[in-house]
């Protein structure tokens, strides 16, 4: 399967979530902006695979991730963003989300695991209430955030 062929909807993605349970497969939620590609969005996104049996990322819209960042971000449009995280070996699926959180997309899909990157404890991951609500677990992949795609554009702009 292709990168595009992995670009879904929200209705797609509940449609082959519903398959999966109905299967006993398990699923994983990650979820970020991506903006500028690094190896640590590689590195939390081969952990969450491991957590279950397909894994499915949601990329922030444009106007989520500009008002989560603010003026200028993001660098690359979402489209672009959901494709590259597509053509990631270990994730399955990925679809673009305008909210400012993931709790919409939890409810409709019901992950068995909901993992964020080392920034956040279980407790502190936003929308942990609504993954536990269902039975659903959180967890914590990646590496120690040593990477950042804020840290890179500063230093381009910076020219340094």
Known sequence: MNAGEKLVTIDELAEWRSGLRHAGITLALANGIFDILHVGHLRYLEGASRLADRLV??????????????????????????????????????????DMDMRSLIRRIEPDVHVKGTDYTPDTVPEADEVRKHGGIVEVAGDQKKHSASGIIEKIRNNK
């Open 57 to 98: 990322v949601a990329v922030n819209s444009d106007r989520t991730a500009c008002a989560q960042k603010g003026p200028g971000r993001p660098i690359m449009p979402e489209k672009e963003r959901a494709e590259l995280i597509a053509g990631i070996y270990c994730v399955d699926r990925v679809c673009i989300v305008d």
